[in-house]
């Protein structure tokens, strides 16, 4: 079992930065690959980036390729999205998720969920 906890967002104009944290409960998260989605108002969920239990694999959707990256520090039993050059089409709820070993960018292969944390992009 992991429990999940995002932080970190905000409200943030164009361009600027945000940095996500996803902290994770449970002795095992090393084992677990992390994936962050989000949904915007009116629109379905969608994936935004995914990591491998290692680290060593990851995932981008085209739209946030080269400006955001994902990362983790099993150590700390956390993930992380560093946002760049935001845009207001970014402007969504976040939300971090858990799965055994492999990352995918399928939202129904994951079994655990946080409980999403908010991000505004003001043009």
């Known amino acids: 079992q992991v429990q999940l906890v995002e932080s970190g967002g905000g409200l943030v104009q164009a361009g600027g930065s945000l940095r996500l944290s996803c902290a994770a409960s449970g002795r095992t998260f090393s084992s677990y690959a992390m994936g962050w989605f989000r949904r915007a108002p009116g629109k379905e969920r969608e994936f935004v980036a995914a990591i491998s239990w290692s680290g060593s694999v990851t995932y981008y959707a085209d739209s946030v390729n080269v400006r955001f990256t994902i990362s983790r520090d099993n150590a700390k039993n956390a993930a992380y999205l560093q946002m760049n050059s935001l845009k207001p089409e970014d402007t969504a709820v976040y939300y971090c998720?858990?799965?055994?070993?492999?990352?995918?960018?399928?939202?129904?292969?994951?079994?655990?969920w946080g409980q999403g944390t908010q991000v505004t992009v003001s043009s």
């Open positions: 998720a858990a799965r055994k070993y492999t990352a995918t960018r399928h939202s129904s292969e994951y079994g655990y």
